[in-house]
């Protein structure tokens, strides 16, 4: 019989050189490239401040070692940079897009003015699941849950538009707790709700307990911001004295819309996209070199120092809470539609 071994033997030298080529390639593709950034909300907030602290350490995880910008482009509670990641960038894995998690939820209920299909965004990772916080004023006097709920003024609160924590979380607050809250949309982020509130025009905030922490600062040490409720399953261990959204809740379709709207609102709040069609094996760099950089040294101290809480969640992760969102049963989207219109 003829032996096949050369002829073998060349078939497997072709093939492991078609794929030594082929990874080469893809490792030079980020060689002297730039990598945009598109945030969501304005400069001085909570996902400029995580963006800007990832983007200085994540080049050096990147094969070709690329750099990355940040562009905020703010709007409709950052459903303008998601719809512009989705249908304006170019799906070749040099623009990521970084927007609020609720407008995906937002979408599952049909709101007007979103032209993406989260389903199809394909997912990078998230550097926290975020701690979902309520922050009053000194100046509006209310000191506790118990005493708001035993109130009748109401709190004016700044937000920035549906589908953000800051418009979605006082929603549900009057819906499901009745507590008394005004609510003013329209700001392009929460650096300019900090500015509002400062001046006395608004009196509360909806925000991260993440992001109270590292871009409140003065507000938090002075007193002058109180925080008395969190979003999150259990209290959380930097602030045992503040109570959970889930221990006022009395009815059980009250904690179908708190797990929906607020717990799985915290693990999809901050996530990494690139535009639908971007080339898997560039979405497998920025997935490794995402998940390398958030257990990097250097970006963990630089994090510290900006008071940044990191809890990554990866990119399939991400997906698996998308999906599920968009499986919730149709009595339920109703009347988180009736809740969050």
């Given amino acids: 019989m003829p032996k096949r071994y050369p002829k073998l033997f060349l078939i497997a030298a072709l093939s492991l050189s078609w794929l030594v080529k082929s990874a080469t390639a893809q490792d030079s593709f980020y060689k002297g490239k730039t990598v945009r950034i598109v945030v969501g909300g304005s400069a001085g907030g909570g996902y400029d401040t995580y963006t800007r602290t990832i983007a200085r350490h994540l080049g050096k995880h990147i094969p070709g070692n690329p750099a990355f910008v ?46 993406f299909d989260a389903r199809k965004f394909i997912y990078l990772g998230a550097p926290a699941q975020d701690t979902t916080a309520v922050g009053v004023t000194k100046a509006s006097g209310v000191t506790s849950m118990e005493q708001w709920l035993s109130t ?82 259990q209290r959380h261990p930097e602030i045992p004295n503040v109570p959970t959204i889930g221990e006022f809740a009395k009815t059980e379709e009250a904690k179908k819309i708190i797990q929906v709207a607020v717990y799985d609102y915290g693990s999809t709040a901050r996530p990494y996209v690139f535009p639908p069609n971007t080339p898997p094996e560039r979405v497998e760099i920025l997935r490794k070199g995402l998940a390398a950089a958030l257990k990097d040294p250097e970006l963990l101290a630089d994090a510290q120092r900006a008071r940044l809480d990191l809890a990554p969640m990866s990119g399939e992760d991400l997906e698996k809470t998308v999906a599920r969102t968009f499986a919730l049963e149709k009595p339920l989207v109703e009347k988180l539609k009736t809740i969050l219109k």
Wanted: proline share 4%; hydrophobic share 40%; charged share 15%.
């Fill in 152 to 233: 009748k003024t109401p709190v004016k609160f700044g937000g920035i538009g549906p589908g953000t924590a800051t418009d979605d979380l006082p929603k549900i607050l009057r819906a499901v707790l009745g507590l008394p809250i005004q609510l003013v949309t329209g700001y392009k982020g929460t650096a300019d709700i900090r500015l509002a509130v400062n001046s006395g025009e608004m009196q509360g905030l909806v925000n991260s307990w993440e992001s109270f922490k590292s871009t409140w600062v003065r507000e938090i040490e002075s007193g002058d911001i109180n925080v008395i409720l969190v979003g999150i399953p």
């Fill in 70 to 115: 940040v562009e905020n482009m703010t709007g409709a509670g950052s459903i303008i940079a998601a719809n512009h990641v989705y249908k304006v960038a170019r799906s070749d894995g040099l623009t990521i897009g970084h927007f609020v998690g609720g407008i995906i939820l937002q979408q599952a209920l049909g709101k007007v003015g979103i032209e």
